[in-house]
């Protein structure tokens, strides 16, 4: 059983910048960042597959979150610029049992989580 763990969620002001991370317990796999806001169904928000030479990113952060992979850490970031008010929500690492060319988006893909980290913008 691989444990994720994410950390570094906060309040940011509105067009501020905030990173987050997760970390495995073990191994390189694909990898992935989702979000939940209140009353919300949980969406995707960016994937990596596991040599970072695969990413994808939802339309509403593109050009604004960078997803990348510490190899040596076992480690995920988000880094978060120009953060929305609407980019408030909890956000969860996941990890895949796969090494594959291309990073999936879907959470039905992944098949271990961190418990979340909250992320709030405040005006």
């Known amino acids: 059983q691989v444990q994720v763990t994410e950390s570094g969620g906060g309040t940011a002001e509105a067009e501020g910048s905030l990173t987050i991370s997760c970390r495995l317990s073990?191994?390189?796999?694909?990898m992935a960042w989702f979000r939940q806001a209140p009353g919300k169904q949980r969406e995707e928000v960016a994937c990596?597959?596991?040599?970072?030479?695969?990413?994808r990113y939802v339309d509403s952060v593109k050009g604004r979150f960078t997803i990348s992979r510490e190899f040596g850490q076992r480690t995920l970031l988000l880094q978060m610029t120009g953060l929305k008010f609407e980019d408030t929500g909890m956000y969860y690492c996941?990890?895949?049992?796969?090494?594959?060319?291309?990073?999936?988006?879907?959470?039905?893909?992944?098949?271990?989580w961190g418990q979340g980290t909250q992320v709030t913008v405040s005006s």
């Open positions: 990596i597959n596991w040599n970072g030479e695969s990413r």
């Open positions: 996941a990890a895949r049992n796969m090494r594959e060319k291309w990073c999936k988006l879907s959470p039905s893909e992944y098949h271990w």
């Open positions: 073990t191994g390189d796999y694909d």
